[in-house]
C-alpha cells in the first residue's frame, strides 16, 4: 500500500502505553554563603513515588492525537479499552474529515 499511495502512511495511527509514577515534590533549604538580609532559595526534591497511572497515548505521523490517564487499580479489559477507541476516533474524525 505504501508504495502505491504516498499518503498511506500519514493515515496510519499508532498507540502505546507506559506507566507515570507520581512524586510529591519538597522543598528543603540548602546550605550556602550569603549575606543575612539574602532571601534563602529552595531546591525541590522527589520523593518516594506516591503512586502510578498508566498512560495510553495515540499519536500519527507528526504529533499526539489522543492521550488518557488509567488510573492504578483499574483493569485495562475490553470494555475499558473499546471506551478508550471511541475517545480516539471522535478525535481523529475532525482532523481526517
Known sequence: M???????LKK????????CFLYDPQT????????KTSPRKEKFRLDKSRGK???EVFSDYKS????????EGQTVNKKLYLEILKRLRDA???KRS
Open 12 to 19: 496510519v495511527v499508532t498507540g502505546d502505553e507506559t506507566w
Open 2 to 8: 505504501a508504495d502505491e499511495d504516498d499518503s498511506f
Open 64 to 71: 499526539v492525537i489522543h492521550y488518557e490517564f488509567i488510573p
Open 92 to 94: 481523529i474524525r475532525p
Open 53 to 55: 497511572v498508566m498512560l
Open 28 to 35: 528543603s533549604q540548602s546550605s550556602e554563603w550569603k549575606a
